[in-house]
């Protein structure tokens, strides 16, 4: 559970850093990295690509992260 943590809040601050420069905090970043794992993975599931281990838990979530903020961003 801990790791899970960890991986969504570095994913979230991954993705803040590819679109707009800066992390948001802990908690934005780890509510951001919690979605975009679910959407990463159900992204990564439809093209058919499959990840393991926690390097690949963190791509799924940073991947899912930077999609939802290029979502957000657009419909701003």
Same mark, same amino acid.
């Given at each position: 559970?801990?790791?899970? %943590?960890?991986? !969504?809040?570095?994913?979230?601050? %991954?993705?803040?850093? /590819?679109?707009? !420069?800066?992390?948001? !905090?802990?908690?934005?970043?780890?509510?951001?990295? %919690?979605?975009?794992?679910?959407?990463? !993975?159900?992204? /990564?599931? /439809?093209?058919?690509?499959?990840?393991?281990?926690?390097?690949?838990?963190?791509?799924?979530?940073?991947?899912?992260?930077?999609?939802?903020?290029?979502?957000?961003?657009?419909?701003?």
């Amino acid at each position: 559970m801990i790791t899970g %943590i960890i991986i !969504g809040i570095l994913a979230g601050f %991954i993705a803040f850093k /590819f679109t707009s !420069g800066s992390g948001k !905090g802990c908690l934005v970043n780890l509510i951001l990295g %919690i979605i975009g794992g679910s959407v990463g !993975g159900w992204v /990564f599931s /439809f093209l058919g690509i499959t990840t393991t281990g926690r390097i690949g838990e963190l791509v799924t979530a940073t991947v899912g992260a930077v999609l939802v903020l290029w979502v957000w961003n657009k419909l701003k």
